[in-house]
Protein backbone atom coordinates (compact mmCIF):
# COMPACT_ATOMS: atom_id res chain seq x y z
CA UNK A 1 0.00 0.00 0.00
CA UNK A 2 1.27 3.34 -0.79
CA UNK A 3 2.85 5.44 2.01
CA UNK A 4 4.16 9.05 2.70
CA UNK A 5 7.36 9.54 2.94
CA UNK A 6 10.16 12.05 3.17
CA UNK A 7 12.18 13.34 0.06
CA UNK A 8 14.03 16.72 0.31
CA UNK A 9 11.77 19.04 -0.80
CA UNK A 10 9.29 17.78 1.17
CA UNK A 11 6.76 14.49 1.60
CA UNK A 12 5.80 12.27 -1.29
CA UNK A 13 3.41 9.02 -1.97
CA UNK A 14 5.67 5.81 -2.48
CA UNK A 15 3.26 5.46 -5.51
CA UNK A 16 5.17 8.65 -7.07
CA UNK A 17 8.80 7.42 -7.08
CA UNK A 18 8.52 6.01 -10.49
CA UNK A 19 11.72 4.58 -11.98
CA UNK A 20 14.36 5.03 -8.71
CA UNK A 21 17.94 4.92 -8.72
CA UNK A 22 18.21 3.55 -5.09
CA UNK A 23 21.98 4.18 -4.16
CA UNK A 24 23.48 7.41 -5.71
CA UNK A 25 25.11 10.73 -5.04
CA UNK A 26 24.93 14.54 -5.85
CA UNK A 27 28.05 15.51 -4.00
CA UNK A 28 30.36 14.37 -2.21
CA UNK A 29 33.21 16.70 -0.43
CA UNK A 30 35.18 16.92 2.81
CA UNK A 31 33.62 19.89 4.28
CA UNK A 32 36.99 20.25 6.53
CA UNK A 33 38.76 20.68 3.32
CA UNK A 34 35.91 22.58 2.14
CA UNK A 35 36.50 24.56 4.82
CA UNK A 36 39.64 25.57 4.70
CA UNK A 37 40.40 25.82 0.97
CA UNK A 38 38.62 27.52 -1.36
CA UNK A 39 40.53 25.67 -4.10
CA UNK A 40 39.37 22.16 -3.07
CA UNK A 41 35.77 22.73 -4.21
CA UNK A 42 33.35 25.15 -5.86
CA UNK A 43 29.86 25.04 -4.96
CA UNK A 44 28.38 27.41 -7.68
CA UNK A 45 30.13 25.85 -10.80
CA UNK A 46 29.49 22.35 -8.97
CA UNK A 47 25.19 22.99 -9.01
CA UNK A 48 25.32 24.11 -12.91
CA UNK A 49 27.43 20.95 -13.64
CA UNK A 50 24.96 19.09 -11.21
CA UNK A 51 22.05 20.48 -12.64
CA UNK A 52 22.97 19.53 -16.51
CA UNK A 53 23.88 16.08 -15.07
CA UNK A 54 21.18 15.63 -13.24
CA UNK A 55 18.25 17.19 -15.76
CA UNK A 56 19.82 14.77 -18.45
CA UNK A 57 18.67 11.65 -16.07
CA UNK A 58 15.30 13.27 -15.67
CA UNK A 59 15.20 13.33 -19.82
CA UNK A 60 15.74 9.30 -19.88
CA UNK A 61 12.95 9.06 -17.60
CA UNK A 62 14.26 8.57 -13.95
CA UNK A 63 12.11 10.11 -11.25
CA UNK A 64 13.83 9.49 -8.08
CA UNK A 65 17.03 9.34 -6.83
CA UNK A 66 17.82 8.24 -3.10
CA UNK A 67 21.15 10.12 -2.23
CA UNK A 68 22.61 7.88 -0.08
CA UNK A 69 26.03 10.06 1.40
CA UNK A 70 26.33 9.78 5.05
CA UNK A 71 26.61 12.85 7.73
CA UNK A 72 30.74 12.36 7.74
CA UNK A 73 31.65 11.82 4.24
CA UNK A 74 30.84 15.36 3.17
CA UNK A 75 26.51 15.13 2.89
CA UNK A 76 24.99 18.31 1.52
CA UNK A 77 21.82 18.83 1.98
CA UNK A 78 21.81 22.50 0.12
CA UNK A 79 23.18 21.00 -3.00
CA UNK A 80 20.47 17.93 -2.83
CA UNK A 81 17.76 20.60 -2.48
CA UNK A 82 19.08 23.39 -5.47
CA UNK A 83 19.47 20.59 -7.62
CA UNK A 84 16.04 18.73 -6.83
CA UNK A 85 14.05 22.20 -7.07
CA UNK A 86 15.80 22.93 -10.54
CA UNK A 87 15.74 19.69 -12.57
CA UNK A 88 12.38 18.08 -10.72
CA UNK A 89 13.96 15.07 -9.90
CA UNK A 90 12.73 13.63 -6.65
CA UNK A 91 15.98 13.25 -4.48
CA UNK A 92 15.35 11.17 -0.75
CA UNK A 93 18.13 12.02 1.37
CA UNK A 94 19.63 10.09 4.43
CA UNK A 95 20.75 10.11 7.91
CA UNK A 96 23.47 8.17 9.65
CA UNK A 97 27.29 8.49 9.78
CA UNK A 98 29.79 6.62 7.40
CA UNK A 99 32.56 4.37 9.17
CA UNK A 100 36.36 5.61 9.59
CA UNK A 101 38.00 6.03 12.43
CA UNK A 102 37.73 9.56 13.26
CA UNK A 103 38.71 11.11 16.74
CA UNK A 104 35.33 12.16 17.19
CA UNK A 105 34.06 8.44 16.82
CA UNK A 106 36.22 7.49 19.91
CA UNK A 107 35.00 6.16 22.99
CA UNK A 108 31.26 7.44 22.09
CA UNK A 109 28.43 5.44 23.23
CA UNK A 110 25.64 4.09 20.72
CA UNK A 111 23.78 6.76 22.25
CA UNK A 112 25.50 9.54 21.49
CA UNK A 113 25.19 8.32 17.62
CA UNK A 114 22.00 7.55 17.95
CA UNK A 115 21.15 11.27 19.22
CA UNK A 116 22.26 13.06 16.14
CA UNK A 117 21.00 10.80 13.77
CA UNK A 118 17.33 11.15 15.44
CA UNK A 119 17.81 15.12 15.65
CA UNK A 120 17.67 14.69 11.74
CA UNK A 121 14.42 12.46 11.88
CA UNK A 122 12.66 14.74 13.93
CA UNK A 123 14.20 18.24 13.25
CA UNK A 124 15.33 18.37 10.18
CA UNK A 125 18.83 18.44 8.55
CA UNK A 126 21.46 20.88 8.66
CA UNK A 127 19.54 23.78 9.67
CA UNK A 128 16.51 22.90 6.67
CA UNK A 129 13.32 21.38 7.31
CA UNK A 130 14.67 18.22 4.91
CA UNK A 131 13.73 15.12 6.84
CA UNK A 132 15.36 12.06 6.02
CA UNK A 133 14.16 9.06 3.92
CA UNK A 134 16.71 6.25 5.58
CA UNK A 135 18.96 5.74 7.69
CA UNK A 136 22.88 4.78 6.03
CA UNK A 137 25.06 2.88 7.76
CA UNK A 138 28.93 1.91 6.92
CA UNK A 139 31.47 -0.83 7.39
CA UNK A 140 34.30 -0.31 5.46
CA UNK A 141 37.45 -2.69 4.63
CA UNK A 142 38.27 -2.90 8.14
CA UNK A 143 35.28 -4.55 8.96
CA UNK A 144 33.06 -4.73 12.26
CA UNK A 145 35.92 -3.04 14.33
CA UNK A 146 34.87 -2.20 18.24
CA UNK A 147 34.34 1.63 16.99
CA UNK A 148 31.48 0.38 13.68
CA UNK A 149 29.79 -2.12 16.14
CA UNK A 150 28.85 0.66 17.93
CA UNK A 151 27.75 3.08 15.45
CA UNK A 152 25.77 0.20 14.31
CA UNK A 153 23.94 -1.07 17.32
CA UNK A 154 23.09 3.32 16.86
CA UNK A 155 21.47 3.00 13.34
CA UNK A 156 19.94 -0.28 14.51
CA UNK A 157 18.15 1.73 17.84
CA UNK A 158 17.31 4.33 15.13
CA UNK A 159 16.04 2.16 12.85
CA UNK A 160 14.01 0.50 15.40
CA UNK A 161 12.37 3.56 17.12
CA UNK A 162 11.71 6.00 13.59
CA UNK A 163 10.35 3.20 11.42
CA UNK A 164 12.36 4.37 8.34
CA UNK A 165 14.35 1.64 6.29
CA UNK A 166 18.11 0.76 6.56
CA UNK A 167 20.88 1.03 3.57
CA UNK A 168 24.37 -0.05 4.37
CA UNK A 169 28.11 0.07 2.54
CA UNK A 170 29.57 -2.92 2.97
CA UNK A 171 32.35 -4.97 1.69
CA UNK A 172 32.34 -8.41 0.42
CA UNK A 173 36.02 -9.53 0.82
CA UNK A 174 35.28 -9.42 5.10
CA UNK A 175 31.53 -10.37 4.28
CA UNK A 176 30.62 -7.86 6.79
CA UNK A 177 26.77 -7.75 5.16
CA UNK A 178 26.47 -10.96 7.23
CA UNK A 179 27.54 -8.80 10.03
CA UNK A 180 25.35 -5.91 9.72
CA UNK A 181 22.67 -8.40 9.41
CA UNK A 182 23.42 -10.24 12.56
CA UNK A 183 23.31 -6.62 14.38
CA UNK A 184 19.94 -5.42 12.62
CA UNK A 185 18.91 -8.83 13.46
CA UNK A 186 19.17 -8.32 16.99
CA UNK A 187 16.50 -5.72 16.96
CA UNK A 188 14.23 -6.98 15.08
CA UNK A 189 14.41 -4.50 11.91
CA UNK A 190 11.95 -5.90 9.35
CA UNK A 191 14.71 -7.61 6.81
CA UNK A 192 12.29 -6.00 3.96
CA UNK A 193 13.40 -2.74 5.00
CA UNK A 194 16.88 -3.18 4.49
CA UNK A 195 19.16 -3.13 1.99
CA UNK A 196 22.86 -4.03 2.58
CA UNK A 197 24.82 -1.96 -0.26
CA UNK A 198 28.33 -2.67 -2.73
CA UNK A 199 27.28 -6.39 -3.01
CA UNK A 200 27.32 -6.01 -6.93
CA UNK A 201 31.08 -5.72 -6.68
CA UNK A 202 31.04 -9.71 -6.26
CA UNK A 203 30.30 -12.73 -8.09
CA UNK A 204 30.18 -14.99 -5.33
CA UNK A 205 26.31 -16.10 -5.52
CA UNK A 206 27.31 -18.52 -2.59
CA UNK A 207 27.95 -14.80 0.01
CA UNK A 208 24.91 -13.33 -2.48
CA UNK A 209 22.63 -16.39 -1.40
CA UNK A 210 23.53 -16.32 1.92
CA UNK A 211 22.58 -13.00 2.25
CA UNK A 212 19.12 -13.01 0.39
CA UNK A 213 18.35 -15.77 2.73
CA UNK A 214 17.99 -13.50 5.68
CA UNK A 215 15.21 -11.78 3.59
CA UNK A 216 17.22 -8.23 3.07
CA UNK A 217 17.56 -6.82 -0.46
CA UNK A 218 20.92 -6.80 -2.05
CA UNK A 219 22.61 -3.63 -3.75
CA UNK A 220 24.06 -4.39 -7.09
CA UNK A 221 24.68 -0.86 -7.24
CA UNK A 222 27.54 0.51 -8.99
CA UNK A 223 27.15 -0.60 -12.25
CA UNK A 224 29.51 1.26 -14.39
CA UNK A 225 31.91 1.35 -11.80
CA UNK A 226 34.12 -1.58 -14.29
CA UNK A 227 37.31 -1.78 -12.33
CA UNK A 228 35.62 -3.24 -9.38
CA UNK A 229 33.07 -5.61 -11.97
CA UNK A 230 32.76 -5.52 -15.08
CA UNK A 231 29.54 -5.09 -16.59
CA UNK A 232 29.29 -8.62 -18.49
CA UNK A 233 29.87 -10.19 -15.06
CA UNK A 234 27.42 -7.71 -13.28
CA UNK A 235 25.05 -8.71 -15.72
CA UNK A 236 25.83 -12.54 -15.30
CA UNK A 237 25.11 -12.21 -11.93
CA UNK A 238 22.04 -10.53 -11.65
CA UNK A 239 20.84 -12.56 -14.54
CA UNK A 240 22.09 -15.83 -12.22
CA UNK A 241 19.60 -14.85 -9.03
CA UNK A 242 17.09 -14.08 -11.06
CA UNK A 243 16.95 -17.47 -12.54
CA UNK A 244 17.34 -19.02 -9.15
CA UNK A 245 14.31 -16.91 -8.12
CA UNK A 246 15.69 -13.74 -5.87
CA UNK A 247 14.36 -10.66 -8.33
CA UNK A 248 12.14 -9.17 -6.01
CA UNK A 249 15.26 -8.58 -3.79
CA UNK A 250 17.57 -6.93 -6.23
CA UNK A 251 18.11 -3.33 -6.49
CA UNK A 252 20.26 -1.83 -9.11
CA UNK A 253 22.31 1.41 -8.90
CA UNK A 254 25.42 2.64 -9.97
CA UNK A 255 26.62 4.50 -6.68
CA UNK A 256 27.78 7.57 -8.93
CA UNK A 257 28.50 11.45 -7.65
CA UNK A 258 28.17 14.68 -10.13
CA UNK A 259 31.65 15.11 -8.17
CA UNK A 260 33.11 12.80 -5.26
CA UNK A 261 36.44 14.44 -3.63
CA UNK A 262 38.29 10.84 -4.47
CA UNK A 263 42.08 11.51 -4.25
CA UNK A 264 41.22 10.30 -8.62
CA UNK A 265 39.26 13.24 -9.38
CA UNK A 266 40.64 16.53 -9.42
CA UNK A 267 38.37 19.59 -8.90
CA UNK A 268 40.07 21.77 -11.63
CA UNK A 269 39.59 18.97 -14.19
CA UNK A 270 36.20 18.06 -13.52
CA UNK A 271 34.89 21.79 -13.34
CA UNK A 272 35.81 21.70 -16.76
CA UNK A 273 34.13 18.44 -18.28
CA UNK A 274 30.66 17.23 -19.45
CA UNK A 275 28.89 14.82 -17.41
CA UNK A 276 28.70 12.42 -20.25
CA UNK A 277 32.27 12.39 -20.91
CA UNK A 278 32.57 9.65 -18.89
CA UNK A 279 30.61 6.86 -19.22
CA UNK A 280 30.26 6.08 -15.81
CA UNK A 281 27.65 8.29 -14.61
CA UNK A 282 23.65 8.34 -13.65
CA UNK A 283 22.65 7.32 -17.52
CA UNK A 284 25.23 3.88 -17.57
CA UNK A 285 22.03 1.60 -16.60
CA UNK A 286 20.23 2.35 -19.45
CA UNK A 287 22.61 3.41 -22.01
CA UNK A 288 24.62 0.32 -21.29
CA UNK A 289 23.19 -1.92 -18.53
CA UNK A 290 19.69 -2.17 -19.77
CA UNK A 291 20.42 -3.17 -23.73
CA UNK A 292 22.58 -5.92 -22.77
CA UNK A 293 20.05 -7.41 -20.37
CA UNK A 294 17.48 -7.10 -23.52
CA UNK A 295 19.81 -8.77 -25.84
CA UNK A 296 20.49 -11.65 -22.97
CA UNK A 297 16.38 -12.17 -23.38
CA UNK A 298 15.49 -10.38 -19.76
CA UNK A 299 12.27 -8.96 -20.13
CA UNK A 300 10.55 -5.48 -19.33
CA UNK A 301 8.88 -6.63 -16.40
CA UNK A 302 11.82 -7.59 -14.99
CA UNK A 303 13.20 -4.40 -15.58
CA UNK A 304 10.33 -2.78 -14.13
CA UNK A 305 10.85 -4.77 -11.35
CA UNK A 306 14.05 -3.77 -10.56
CA UNK A 307 13.84 0.03 -11.29
CA UNK A 308 9.95 0.86 -9.62
CA UNK A 309 8.64 -2.05 -7.95
CA UNK A 310 11.52 -2.99 -5.63
CA UNK A 311 12.41 0.53 -4.45
CA UNK A 312 8.25 1.15 -4.16
CA UNK A 313 8.39 -2.20 -1.95
CA UNK A 314 11.04 -0.56 0.13
CA UNK A 315 10.03 2.25 1.05
CA UNK A 316 6.50 0.55 1.74
CA UNK A 317 7.37 -2.71 3.95
ZN1 LIG B 1 27.63 5.31 -2.10
Known amino acids: ?19 TLMHEHI ?38 M ?16 DVA ?4 MQIIAATGFFYTENQW ?23 TDSKPGLIKCATDVAGITPVNEIMLHAHAMAAADSGLPVATHSCYANRSGIGQMDIFDKYRLNPKKILIGHCGDTNDIG ?15 RFGDDEKNPLEKRVDTLMKLCERGWIEQLIISHDYASFVDLGQYDWDVMKESDPDDAKYNYRYIHRYALPLLRQKGFLEEQIDQLLVKNPQAFFEA
Open 85 to 88: RRTG
Open 207 to 221: YLEELLSRGCYIGLD
Open 105 to 127: TFNRKAESFYKFIMLDITKGMQG
Open 66 to 81: VEQSPVCLGRDIHAML
Open 27 to 64: LQANWTMRQCYAEWFQYEPFIERAVEDVKRTVDIGVRT
Open 1 to 19: MAKVIQSVTGPISTDQLGV
